[in-house]
């Protein structure tokens, strides 16, 4: 583990994301915030195959790490983690597949005893690690540990990590029970990685016991390209954080890597933060999805004992986890991303194929790909099994879906004979601007669209909203039939009742309609549009405006002070090579800011660059965007560099969309400063 701003500390981090305005499709999509990075070389021949050849983690290790929930908190002890071995049997998690317990750091004592051996905390662990491992045992589970290659642990307390004492930690793990080491990468001395954690891999094996080798180096060393015979799994990114911008950047940097996993060696993109409240339980199934599309350890790291009925509805989908632990051990790779509309496919073991069509924008959006395309055979139709919806529809060959904001589609597509036993697979889409002023009526139109290989009949269309609000179809809502690719296009008017406070609202579209033999079936989109005001004459301070959404790498935008850390409000004076700003956004990448301009707008002026408050680290590039197309951008600036001036004409534009990147380097110690940024109207 380590912080994002200073590398070998580790401290409870969480990270605030503003909320996106969630809206309509948009079929040319907003760009991007960012790019997938160039797909990994592959390996050469061979240098995958894993030399540990122990027959552990043929697929990816599915169970529960404490440290997302608790971190070092005195919640963190014995009765927790039987507590969470009673769940995983309670609510059926060890039938899913899950059978880890895993202790993160804290455990232990901060010295040594005088045999330099470690010692579990009395306090958190009365009784021993052996007798919480007997315990975990008796359940049919079986136990984790953490420590660090380094002289210490990760914590700031400075726990006793294991180099020097690789095996006789090695020894003590062994003769507790544990089954599964995850190893970290603090205070390693300057020791080369490959070194150190080889040697505990060789330490792990003299002890004849069979442990899982975590490797959590934080992809610092491309463990990739050397740690298949080295340990079962590597991380491959920093540490995630409860929020979309955190999960998001792990999620570009795991996927280029899928040439390089497979059974008994797994990427790791991090743990699973479903179910700790940062996110939605939209943002979280997408989450999940990807996770499991990417065959990435599913390590559950909420506190189970506080879950809600909807975390355990996601982390207890079994056609999911399926596809995470298919025993050909494919890793999806990216067949798309075009304007953040992602295509993700994998291919399975039985020969189908799962599809992830995930959408990173925060409008929804229409994703579509072909059953060629995710390499399937050619035939007259497919199968496609929608894995959230658990529903079966036939296609005649197209893969699409309206897509929401922050939300993924997860399908398994196979070129069975049963197609014809299911219902057409339709496509329920919206098109319009999400954003209306109190008032004045706004336009809307859903499109129903048949891509089955069969007619969708008997179809009907119905938008609802708000109480009060005046939603109204202005041409015809129903049609008899639809054939293979063909639609219903139905306008609506929409109008929020005068005086409606500016903010979010929640619509949905229904799609109803019957197979050829009668079947009926329903499609539901749901849609956020939000209630907007013009932004006033003359030239105003952004600083001082009220924007439309944020998305934030560390803690929430600031508004007329710098980033600061992960409080609201703990910025401080805005300063760029010592010069001190009075008005701007303070930031921290990645990060996007709104702006509702009503097209009514011409420049976005601001002096940007790195803050002074994070000394010599940080890179960081700006950019404005009008609408769907980037009118103004800096190269890559440093803290060694002073502000730069950045205009922008954004003549026309309903939105204007400010966008900090990382530089291409992470984004640690990313503080950027959007400084006397200003908006003339």
Not at 153 to 158: E, K, L, P, R
Not at 346 to 354: L, N
Not at 521 to 530: F, G, N, Q
């Amino acid at each position: 583990m380590r912080h994002p701003h200073t590398r070998h500390t580790r401290t409870s981090r969480r990270r605030i994301v503003g909320a996106l305005t969630a809206g309509l499709l948009c079929t040319a999509g907003l760009a991007a915030p960012s790019a997938i990075a160039a797909p990994a070389p592959a390996p050469a021949a061979g240098s995958t195959t894993p030399a540990l050849a122990d027959g552990l983690a043929l697929t990816p290790p599915m169970g529960f790490n404490n440290w997302n929930s608790t971190h070092c908190r005195a919640e963190f002890n014995e009765s927790m983690v039987k507590g969470i071995a009673d769940l995983f049997v309670e609510k059926g998690l060890k039938d899913a597949g899950y059978r880890y317990v895993n202790l993160d750091d804290c455990w232990a004592l901060p010295n040594r005893d005088a045999d330099g051996r470690l010692v579990p905390d009395p306090a958190r662990f009365p009784d021993g690690i052996k007798a919480v491992a007997d315990y975990v045992h008796s359940k049919g589970l079986k136990l984790g540990i953490y420590t660090s290659a380094g002289t210490k642990t990760c914590d700031g307390a400075g726990f006793p990590g294991a180099l020097g004492h690789e095996y006789s930690d090695a020894r003590q793990f062994a003769d507790w029970g544990v089954d599964y080491l995850k190893y970290d990468n603090c205070n390693n001395q300057g020791v080369d990685a490959k070194s150190r954690y080889t040697t505990m891999r060789d330490a792990l094996k003299a002890t004849g016991r069979p442990i899982v080798y975590s490797i959590c180096e934080w992809g610092e060393n491309k463990p990739w390209e050397w740690a298949a015979d080295v340990g079962h799994l590597w991380r491959t990114t920093g540490d995630i954080s409860d929020n979309w911008g955190s999960m998001l950047g792990n999620l570009k940097k795991n996927l280029p890597l899928a040439p390089y996993a497979g059974p008994g060696h797994w990427n790791d993109p991090d743990m699973l933060e479903v179910g700790n409240g940062g996110m939605t339980d939209t943002e979280y199934r997408s989450h999940f999805s990807l996770w499991s599309i990417m065959a990435a350890p599913l390590l559950i790291g909420s506190d189970l004992r506080k879950a809600t009925p909807a975390t355990f509805d996601i982390l207890d989908n079994k056609e999911v986890i399926a596809v995470d632990q298919d025993p050909l051990g494919k890793q999806g790779t990216v067949l798309s991303s075009t304007g953040g509309r992602w295509v993700v496919a994998k291919e399975m073991k039985d020969g189908s194929r799962a599809v992830a069509l995930f959408n990173e924008n925060g409008t929804a959006q229409h994703i579509s790909t072909t059953a060629e395309a995710v390499g399937l055979p050619g035939a007259r139709a497919y199968t496609l099994r929608d894995l959230w919806r658990h529903s079966s529809y036939n296609t005649a060959g197209t893969i699409s879906a309206t897509v929401p904001a922050h939300g993924t589609v997860l399908l398994r597509v196979s070129a069975d004979r049963a197609w014809a036993t299911h219902p057409p697979a339709v496509e329920l889409g919206v098109d319009g601007s999400p954003l209306m002023e109190a008032g004045k009526a706004a336009t809307l139109t859903s499109v129903v669209t048949d891509w089955g290989r069969t007619p969708a009949a008997r179809v009907s269309v119905s938008l609802t909203g708000p109480d009060g609000w005046a939603l109204r179809a202005t041409s015809r809502r129903t049609a008899a039939v639809l054939p293979t690719g063909r639609s219903l296009s139905t306008r609506w008017s929409v109008t929020a009742p005068q005086g409606t406070p500016t903010g979010s609202y929640d619509l949905t579209v229904r799609a109803s309609y019957r197979s050829p033999a009668g079947q009926r079936a329903e499609e539901v989109l749901p849609l956020t549009v939000s209630v907007v005001v013009p932004p006033p004459s003359g030239t105003s301070g952004l600083g001082d405006l009220p924007w439309l959404s944020t998305v934030n790498g560390w803690g929430p935008v600031e508004r007329n002070t710098s980033n600061g850390e992960s409080a609201a409000g703990d910025g401080h004076p805005i300063t760029i090579g010592g010069v001190v700003y009075a008005k701007g956004l303070g930031v921290h990448a990645d990060s996007t800011v709104e702006y509702y301009t009503g097209r009514a707008c011409e420049t976005v002026s601001a002096d940007v660059g790195v803050d002074d408050e994070k000394g010599a680290n940080g890179t960081v590039a700006f950019e404005i965007w009008a609408d769907g197309t980037k009118v103004a951008s800096t190269g890559v600036l440093t803290n060694a560099m002073p502000a730069q001036p950045l205009t922008a004409d954004v003549t026309g534009a309903q939105v204007v969309r400010l966008v900090v990147t990382d530089g291409g380097d992470g984004i640690d110690s990313d503080h950027a400063d959007w400084a006397d940024a200003k908006l003339s109207c």
